[in-house]
Every structure is written in structure tokens, then in C-alpha cells.
């Protein structure tokens, strides 16, 4: 994922996911330019005519992902996706406009031009990046990507863990819980054909979002769900008052999240990074990832197609 500092976070998993950070990030945005001018104003220069014209940038996101996109009590996007594109709008003086999007859809409606970027907790990924699907095949025309955090993924178990779970392979046998199309299906896949090769087959229960997926976990159903970490922080924190779930086992793969952009956007692609680059200097990226209490996940400046 999408596919997150928290009480439960231990400091070697901070430590883990702030190297990744560190390693994916460091040293690949900025340049010259940034010495002879100010990053917000080349990110403004940069933004095409189409959006500057309108006034407006579009985003499309799956508002159903706390605390990174979701809807507030008063209906309205929230969280750090939606925040972030509110200070992205600042640099580029363009009213963000959010279009709630089913997670499978992002990608093929970006394409059919219904919005201009998506910002949905996305994982950036090769396959993500070249259109294919797991098997290679060609699927759509592929996006690049501005990353601007990192995010490893989680185990979610029902609080008290009662099935002993702390690693993938502790999953072999039993029933897991993944929202589709995301970082967590991709991961648990491979571990079903290393439960088989182990002679313990995986099952696993695939819903159209990660709300349904804890639920399952929730009722019992499935001994566990597989989640970005600031999701399974915040479910882990905030179901039931703290007392439905709990994060489990160590992060595995993080990667970073990246607004997708079409291949043939490089203008709006390039402005993205500049602007991204002028809200870290500026200080209020950090305030905004504060509030979410994801921390850990800052990216010191912005890469283009970054993820691994």
C-alpha cells in the first residue's frame, strides 16, 4: 500500500523504518537550481498551464485508509495524505480537490484523466511504475511517482494475540485478512506459496477495503490482516478504545509512498517534486506527519520513482 511514532513501536522498527527512509531518500531531489532560486517558486514555474489556469489540482484517493486518507466526523478528507495535499496546494497556490476512489480504481481512472494525481497511501512500486501485473503482462501504460514517505507493513491481531502470531510464517495454516491490490496482497502472496511449499496451505480473504479486512480479523474469522504500520497503529490504537487489535512481529518491507503521476505529465510530475522538496524545508512537513503521529516515516526530500 497501500499501503507507520507510536507507543508500540519499538526503537529498532523506528530505527529500521527511519534507515529505509534514510537510504531511498537521500541525496536523489534537490540540485542546482534549488541554489539560485527558491523551491516554491520553481515548483510554481513548473506547474503546466492546465492546472494553473484552472486554479484547482485534482487528487485522486481511497478515503478509507485512517489515518492516512479517511473522511472525518464532519464528512470531509482527512489525514496526512489529504493534509499534505492541502500544503502542497499552498506552494503551488491551487485549490486541492479530493475524488474519493475505490483503491483498484486509482490507477485506471488517473489514466482515463479524471483527476490529475492519485495521493492514496500508494506503495511506489516497479510494477505500479512499468503497468504490469505480477506475471508481466501489460495492464496500463504505468505512472511515475513523486515519493514523499516511507511505510513498512504490519501484522494486525486480535489484542492479546491468543494464535501466538509474530512472523508471515507463523500465518501457515490459518486464515489472513488483506485489502486487494494493495503492498499487503502482494506480500502475503508470496508467503502462501512458501506455506505450501511448507506443507501448511495459506488461506487468505481478500476484501475491497482494509476497514472489511479487520472486521474479519475482528470477528475471528481470520487470525490476522496485514496493513501499512501507521494503519495498524491508529486500528491498534483507536478500535475499541485500544482494546480490539494489537501490531504484532516486525515491519516487513518498507517502501515509499509516491503520488502518482501519467508518464507523459513530466511537467506536473517535475513541479510536484519541487513542491514537495519546499514544504520539507519549510518545516511544516514534519508538522504535519506529527500530528499523525508517523514521524518515523519523514522522507528528506523528494525522489521521483524512488521505490524498489
Not at 466526523?73 to 482527512?78: H, I, L, M, R, W
Not at 501448511?200 to 472489511?212: C, E, G, I, R
Not at 494503519?231 to 482494546?243: H, L, P
Amino acid at each position: 500500500m497501500h499501503h507507520r511514532p507510536h507507543p508500540r513501536r519499538t526503537a529498532a522498527a523506528a530505527l529500521a523504518l527511519v534507515s529505509a527512509g534514510a537510504l531511498l531518500l537521500t541525496g536523489c531531489g534537490g540540485g542546482d537550481e534549488e541554489t539560485a532560486k527558491d523551491a516554491g517558486e520553481v515548483a510554481r514555474a513548473k506547474l503546466p498551464k492546465a492546472q494553473r489556469s484552472a486554479g484547482v489540482l485534482r487528487v485522486g484517493s481511497d478515503l478509507n485508509y485512517a489515518p492516512v486518507d479517511f473522511r472525518g466526523t464532519d464528512g470531509k478528507p482527512a489525514g496526512l495524505d489529504p493534509d499534505i495535499a492541502e500544503a502542497l496546494g499552498k506552494v503551488l497556490n491551487v485549490r486541492i480537490e479530493i475524488v474519493d476512489t475505490p483503491f483498484d480504481k486509482l490507477i485506471p481512472n488517473l489514466h482515463a484523466k479524471q483527476y490529475d494525481v492519485v495521493m492514496s497511501a500508494l506503495s511506489d512500486i516497479r510494477q505500479r511504475r512499468e503497468g504490469v501485473d505480477d506475471a508481466g503482462k501489460q495492464i496500463n501504460p504505468g505512472v511515475d511517482f513523486v515519493d514523499y514517505f516511507i511505510a513498512g507493513s504490519s501484522i494486525t491481531v486480535p489484542k492479546g494475540n491468543p494464535k501466538g502470531i509474530h512472523t508471515l510464517d507463523d500465518l501457515c495454516g490459518r486464515v489472513v485478512a488483506v485489502q486487494q491490490g494493495t503492498t499487503q496482497d502482494e506480500i502475503i502472496g508470496r508467503q502462501v506459496t512458501a506455506c505450501s511449499r511448507a506443507g501448511k496451505p495459506l488461506t487468505v480473504h481478500k476484501f475491497d477495503s482494509d476497514a472489511k479486512a479487520l472486521a474479519e480479523v475482528a470477528s475471528g474469522v481470520s487470525v490476522a490482516g496485514l496493513n501499512d504500520f501507521p494503519v495498524a497503529a491508529y486500528a491498534a490504537k483507536t478500535t475499541d478504545n485500544g482494546n480490539r487489535f494489537e501490531v504484532t512481529g516486525a515491519q516487513s518491507k518498507s517502501n515509499p509512498y509516491g503520488i502518482a503521476v501519467r508518464k507523459d505529465d513530466t511537467a506536473l510530475r517535475d513541479s510536484l517534486s519541487k513542491a514537495v522538496d519546499q514544504l520539507i524545508r519549510s518545516g511544516e512537513y514534519d508538522k504535519i506527519l506529527s500530528k499523525w503521529n508517523v514521524s518515523a516515516g519523514a522522507a528528506q526530500n523528494a525522489v521521483v520513482n524512488g521505490g524498489i
